[in-house]
């Protein structure tokens, strides 16, 4: 178990605000951005749902005064996936994005390899709990 850093509890907080957001705005608009992005409705649609799941894991995470180490690390590896994977579809063909779906989907990358790097730098201030 660690005692996460105050630092590390708000950029998880952070994550858990940015990706309910965006879990809000691509299950129930998905209808109205898949044409304005020129991007499938399915891939908006089910990218909200798991950020429902997402944000509400990494939310209360950064509500709890302790947790096993694991659990930051899976969520600032997951978050450096998809960035990665984010960059990725723009480069792989399997959409055709117009330049404001290329704007969307770059500027959600940086944003969640901004908390990324802001959840690691966190963990890393973060202490681990004395065994008795």
Not at 4 to 32: C, H, K, M, N, Y
Not at 43 to 66: C, D
Not at 68 to 85: D, E, F, K, S
Request: charged share 10%.
């Amino acid at each position: 178990m660690m005692i996460p850093s105050l630092f590390l509890r708000r950029a998880l907080q952070a994550d858990a605000i940015f990706s309910g957001t965006g879990a809000v705005i691509f299950s129930l608009g998905a209808g109205e951005l898949a044409p304005l992005f020129n991007l499938p409705e399915a891939l908006l649609r089910e990218t909200g749902l798991f950020l429902i799941v997402y944000a509400a894991f990494v939310g209360w995470l950064g509500t709890r005064q302790s947790f096993p180490r694991i659990l930051a690390g899976i969520v600032v590896l997951g978050n450096g996936a998809w960035t990665l994977a984010s960059i990725a579809l723009l480069f792989s063909g399997a959409v055709t994005p117009n330049l404001l779906g290329e704007a969307a989907i770059a500027a959600q990358a940086i944003a969640t390899g901004t908390l990324a790097e802001l959840q690691y730098i966190g963990l890393r201030r973060s202490r681990d709990t004395v065994a008795a």
